[in-house]
């Protein structure tokens, strides 16, 4: 079946501009994370979403991140006002699961460039 | 202290060599542990879980020791195609539901 969609795979913009990062999971799937990687590091964890409840915002940066996550499914992960420590490959995924997390299903990431 | 460390590697190892990587992780209410293999320049996929009383899947090993907070990952027989870099992920418990992620490991097999 479709694994986890996101799009556009690459995004050059210049500093200061808004970006929107789509994330489409699997069906089914009640969790989803947005995480982020630099070149050569390890992830980075920014938002979670677990059903109907309040999402885990711990891991946003600063105030010019934002996330929603409509109907339950898809999601948009957005970032005002673009600097170029913002460069890095965002990555979605979900997961099946609830309490006790479980195996991710990630996306093919966006790599983000802010010039 | 990070919430979950690694030794970043590299490790590199002949072809047929048993490789072992160790992770610690700070919380001791951590619920649930994982292994990910990550391929350069692509996404993390799941490469086994790791389960209370230590579990199996070929030739990968993998086990926890909570009185001493670590998982560990023993890779017997290595193969070209095991190069990679192995993350240590953990379920940090109630309150934190998300999963956390180390650095990771990198291992080079050589021929």
């Known amino acids: 079946g479709a694994g986890v969609s996101q799009s556009p795979s690459n995004k050059v913009t210049e500093k200061g501009k808004d970006v929107e990062l789509r994330c489409d999971p699997i069906?089914?799937?009640?969790?989803l994370y947005w995480y982020r990687q630099s070149l050569g590091q390890g992830l980075e964890f920014l938002i979670y979403?677990?059903?109907?409840?309040?999402?885990?915002k711990s891991g946003l940066p600063s105030d010019r991140f934002s996330a929603e996550r409509t109907g339950g499914s898809v999601s948009t992960l957005t970032i005002q006002r673009t600097q170029q420590e913002d460069s890095a490959v965002y990555l979605c995924?979900?997961?099946?699961?609830?309490?006790?997390?479980?195996?991710?299903?990630f996306g093919n990431g966006t790599r983000l460039t802010v010039t | 202290r990070k919430e979950v460390e690694q030794d970043p590697g590299p490790f590199n190892v002949p072809e047929g060599a048993t490789v072992a990587f160790n992770c610690t992780y700070s919380?001791?209410?951590?619920?649930?542990f994982f292994w990910y293999r990550q391929d350069c320049r692509k996404e993390p996929k799941l490469l086994m879980s790791v389960y209370s009383s230590g579990n199996e899947d070929g030739r990968f090993t993998a086990q926890l020791n909570r009185a001493s907070q670590y998982i560990s990952l023993l890779i017997r027989d290595s193969k070209l195609s095991d190069s990679a870099t192995y993350l240590c992920?953990?379920?940090?418990?109630?309150?934190?539901?998300?999963?956390?992620f180390g650095s990771g490991t990198r291992l080079q097999v050589q021929p």
């Open positions: 995924a979900s997961s099946p699961d609830t309490g006790r997390g479980g195996a991710l299903h």
């Open positions: 979403f677990q059903g109907n409840s309040a999402p885990d």
């Open positions: 992920v953990v379920n940090m418990g109630t309150g934190r539901r998300a999963l956390t």
């Open positions: 069906s089914g799937h009640t969790a």
């Open positions: 919380n001791s209410a951590s619920q649930s």
